[in-house]
């Protein structure tokens, strides 16, 4: 299984970016998983940002980003996104983007099944 991230990059604070994740390589129907984002900074773990539903009729989000930040997902593109709006120079990190075969994700990195390389976010002040 291959995931590829792509649309990180340098923004200005309150800027805004979309990442992109293409799937491949599954053994199973895309929309048979749940998928999402994870970030990490170097002094910190990896840490859940949001994530979709298999169905798409459920999405997640860590707190400090809800409402700034939308994922969705692209079934027929094996393709999810995450919008991210009014960024702040703490969501500087690498993201990387997982694929997980429950139908909802856990919030735990441990727990999921697949990630892609990550992608790097820098917010400037």
């Known amino acids: 299984v291959q995931l590829q991230a792509s649309g990180g990059g340098l923004v200005q604070e309150r800027g805004s970016l979309t990442l992109s994740c293409t799937v491949s390589?599954?053994?199973?129907?895309?929309?048979?998983?749940?998928m999402g984002w994870f970030r990490q900074t170097p002094k910190k773990e990896r840490d859940f940002v949001a994530s979709?539903?298999?169905?798409?009729?459920?999405?997640y989000y860590v707190e400090s980003v809800r409402g700034r930040f939308n994922i969705s997902r692209d079934n027929t593109q094996k393709t999810h996104y995450l919008r991210m709006d009014n960024l702040k120079p703490e969501d500087t990190a690498v993201y990387y983007c997982?694929?997980?075969?429950?139908?909802?994700?856990?919030?735990?990195?441990?727990?999921?099944?697949?990630w892609g390389k990550g992608t790097l976010v820098t917010v400037s002040s």
């Open positions: 390589g599954l053994t199973f129907p895309f929309s048979s998983f749940s």
């Open positions: 979709i539903s298999s169905t798409g009729r459920s999405t």
């Open positions: 997982v694929a997980d075969r429950s139908p909802i994700m856990s919030y735990e990195a441990e727990a999921v099944d697949y």
